[in-house]
């Protein structure tokens, strides 16, 4: 049974995992960390982790960058594991996670989906083919008309798979509407849409001569994330020190 510290527990995705982790019978969430707190829950919520008096296997951090020292400080103290969810942090902030990752073990992935991390793996293995073929490679990704950045953090990390799986260097290319010149092939094409309620779409198409192959991910509600992290917590639960991702829970 791992037991789980959710950062985080009273905002949208911290309750999509609340629910999740309550119909998982290897985890157990044992404590929360939110600064709300309407006493929905079957396990008591804390403040700060200061106030927090609960040992844990692991945290799940599903929350903002507020506070993300403190966060950071309980989990050397303490040397409890923990699974980063939370996006738009700063530089500083991802340099102390690599310092702290010598205290402890840290989980952090630019998608906590199965799914999406799944076709990292197919993407490193049929690039080099399709790219040495000369099809050119573009991404197309869909998100909701709330979404602040673009491209998405995950497109550029599938548009970062594909690049590191082949032999030389290609750019990246996002906007074409200021060059008046053919298709270069050694670029990769990265392309946003917003709209709607659309929670994610990537689809990664290789063109060739004549035909062409596209692979494409949905994601219908944001509990594919939940259940992603909530798996990568089971995962990091007891693992030594250092830095893991998605990857090494596929793997």
Partial sequence: MTKIIMRGCNGKMGRVITEIVRNDADAQIVAGIDIFDDGHNDYPVFENFAKCSVDADVIIDFASTNNFDEFLDYCEEKGVPAVICTTGL?????????????KTAFLRSANMSLGINTLFKVLKNISPLLAGAGYDIEIVEKHHNQKLDAPSGTALALADAINESLEEDYGYKFDRSKDRAKRPKDEIGISAVRGGTIVGEHEIIFAGEDEVIEIKHTAYSKRIFAKGAVEAAKFLAGKPTGLYTMKDVLD
Wanted: glycine share 0%; hydrophobic share 15%.
């Fill in 90 to 102: 700063s530089k500083e902030q991802t340099d102390r996670i690599s310092d702290a990752s010598r």
